[in-house]
């Protein structure tokens, strides 16, 4: 094809030693840019696209790493409860047994009287919502709590239903709480036993 010269916007001059072309081969010359062009767009998009693909597979890789960390950090800590669960089984009744004489070496730092006047609160905060509460305890209690358990009769605001009557018929440490709903045993003897009827129940589920 002969030299020529593009005709480019506001600049129009042409060179004396060349020629005007056909419109047809300027056409194609035109068409041959476009070509051009639309290649090298396609090449970086080629390359746009390669390069996500990497990024996405780098994070892949990352996400896969994380799960699989996952997964293992999972596994080990299903291993220390399985085996956190089988030492627990194989020594429930030591468990129990050591609970129970830490309760009693507790129990053994205060005084008779002390213990007796919490066992008998912790009945009578059960029921102090009862219309009527009636304490036995043996004669010789009768002044020991009679002292404590008027200044808690005035603080729950039940000194006009509670009485507190001395039976004879109960041994030192007993202690019976009588309510319309029924009779308690509220001896401190009663609730351990309790106590441990409760942890050895629990330690055979």
């Known amino acids: 094809m002969p030299a020529f010269v593009e005709i480019k916007p506001l600049s129009t001059t042409l060179s004396d030693d060349c020629k005007v072309i056909k419109k047809a081969e300027y056409q194609r010359y035109l068409d041959a840019q476009d070509i051009v062009s639309q290649a090298k767009q396609q ?18 890789g990352y996400q ?12 080990a800590m299903m291993h220390t409860l399985d085996l956190c669960q089988q030492y627990l089984s194989e020594h429930q009744n030591d468990i129990v047994e050591l609970a129970i004489s830490v309760v009693h070496k507790v129990l053994g730092n205060f ?28 004669p010789e209690r009768l ?11 005035e603080k729950w605001g039940i000194a006009g239903k509670l009485t507190l009557l001395g039976d004879e018929s109960l041994a030192s440490e007993a202690c019976i709480l009588e309510t319309p709903v029924g ?11 309790a106590l441990e009827a409760a942890l050895r129940n629990q330690s055979q589920q």
Request: charged share 25%.
């Open 43 to 60: 090449a970086l998009d080629i390359i746009a696209t390669a390069q996500q693909a990497r990024e996405e597979e780098k994070r892949r």
């Open 64 to 75: 896969d790493g994380l799960e699989h960390a996952d997964t293992a950090q999972g596994t």
């Open 111 to 138: 005084t008779q009287d002390s213990l007796f006047i919490a066992a008998a609160q912790e009945a009578l905060s059960k029921y102090k919502n009862s219309q009527t509460i009636v304490l036995h305890v043996a």
């Open 143 to 153: 002044t020991s709590v009679q002292d404590n358990i008027d200044k808690l009769s």
């Open 183 to 193: 009779r308690l045993d509220a001896s401190l003897s009663s609730q351990l036993v």
